[in-house]
């Protein structure tokens, strides 16, 4: 998957059971590559990320940032494509931090799941906590590039 001069890589290894599954299942990892740049940079996340937790879709659809899952019970980072490769190395924050856990609450985090892109701009994702799923949408106003 592609935006630009940036390309994500998704590694890892799907088990002949695992057939009839998602193909993201399979993952493991995610790098990316930046062109002219012959260096990879791995994405890592702050927490774990389940099989089930990867998707394919990080690139917004104007292909000018990335959305990013931190761990199994979030947050969501949103990078720009043009200081992501800093924000990799750990030089630079995030654009947009997205937690879909309640404000406050330090006791109980709800599993983040699901995270797209539905427009240039906004960001839905599920949030799982305690029997009940609740989605998410999250406008981002104009983004910066």
Request: aromatic share 12%; net charge neutral.
């Amino acid at each position: 998957m592609s935006a630009g001069d940036v390309t994500a890589h998704f590694g890892g290894v799907r088990e002949e059971s695992d057939r009839d599954m998602p193909l993201e299942f399979g993952v493991t990892r995610l790098w990316f590559t930046f062109r002219g740049d012959r260096k990879r940079y791995a994405f890592r996340p702050k927490g774990e990320l389940f099989f089930s937790d990867w998707r394919f879709d990080v690139f917004a659809p104007d292909g000018h940032h990335v959305l990013l899952l931190q761990g199994r019970f979030g947050p969501y980072h949103v990078v720009s494509v043009d200081k992501l490769r800093k924000y990799l190395r750990g030089e630079a924050e995030p654009d947009h931090v997205l937690d879909g856990n309640a404000p406050g609450s330090s006791t109980i985090a709800a599993v983040h799941h699901e995270g797209r892109w539905t427009s240039s701009d906004t960001v839905e994702f599920k949030v799982t906590c305690c029997g009940q799923t609740s989605v998410k949408q999250i406008q981002l106003g104009p983004l910066s590039r």
